[in-house]
């Protein structure tokens, strides 16, 4: 009786055991499946429903591929496509080369490092709608604050934008002045992870910065910046705040970006069907360009 009761007892420490991790991480997994996979589930079988209107009003019908094929055709989310892949490809690199000067910069000890450090992630903590409504204002161009700046020097005022020309990369310059800072934070950690000894050895061996920094750091580097580049890469695919704030696309559509043509499409046109399925093609394009990123990573290796 004594063993069984040993047995018993042992067999239950194993199990309390084993379960235990899974008890913890059970929070975190039921907010993944809750407010991560199942939007992106919802929003799947959504792609392929219409809404009925009129006498149908609120039923719902299976068209198919019925909402693919008719974006597919619109000359309106060609654009927004279009414009989605230059404000990624855009920002993305030049965000991230910032933010590495910036890690760089104040890697190392000096005398008020911190305080730039602090200064470089405060427009982090600015939500990114409170960041855009201010700029929105530094930006206008009749009484805006850079109108009145750039006058001392010379320089007409600038449309910003109120100009086709002009606004994506005011929104892009907007956004990278906010989040430059935060995709720091991990690139100083990633500096602080080469071993100093590195540099010592070849400095002693008469290696100089610009070797270094090609053959050490960039090297020892490459999982930071990996991770850096796709989170970066996943969050200007789904980026919309700035756009929805300051030009509503505008003007004539350049900066109407897929995630806005989806919002738009969904609750301004009542097409919920055909914005899910805009959704979809959002995050196919995202997987195909981390992907890409992953497999350009693995082959410089």
Known sequence: MYRRMQTLISEGTRYREKITPYLFI?????????????????????????????????????VGLGNYNFIVSDPVFWQ??????????????????????????????????DFFRTSFFMPV????????????????????????FIAIFGIKPQPFLTSKNQALFSIIS????????????????GLHNVSQELYESARMDGAGAFRIFSDITIPLMRRTILFVFVADTSSKFLMFV??????????????????FEAYRTIFIYGDRGGGNAIVMIILMVCIVTIALQFKLFKSSQ
């Open 26 to 62: 059970a929070p975190a997994l039921i907010g993944l499946v809750l407010f991560r996979l199942y939007p992106i589930l919802n929003s799947f079988i959504s792609s392929f429903q219409a809404v009925g209107f009129g006498a149908n009003a609120g039923k719902i019908r299976w």
């Open 125 to 148: 903590t600015v939500s990114l709608a409170v960041a855009s409504a201010i700029w929105g204002l530094m930006l206008n161009p009749n009484n805006g604050f850079v109108n009145s």
């Open 80 to 113: 927004s496509f279009k414009t989605t892949m230059l404000f990624v490809f855009i920002i993305t690199p030049f965000e991230i080369t910032l933010s590495f000067i910036l890690a760089l910069m104040v890697s190392r000890r000096f005398p008020g490092v």
């Open 242 to 259: 700035p756009m929805y704030i300051l030009t509503s696309g505008g003007p004539e559509n350049s900066t109407n970006v897929l995630m």
């Open 174 to 189: 907007i956004v990278t002045w906010r989040e430059a800072g935060y995709w720091m934070i991990f690139l100083i950690a």
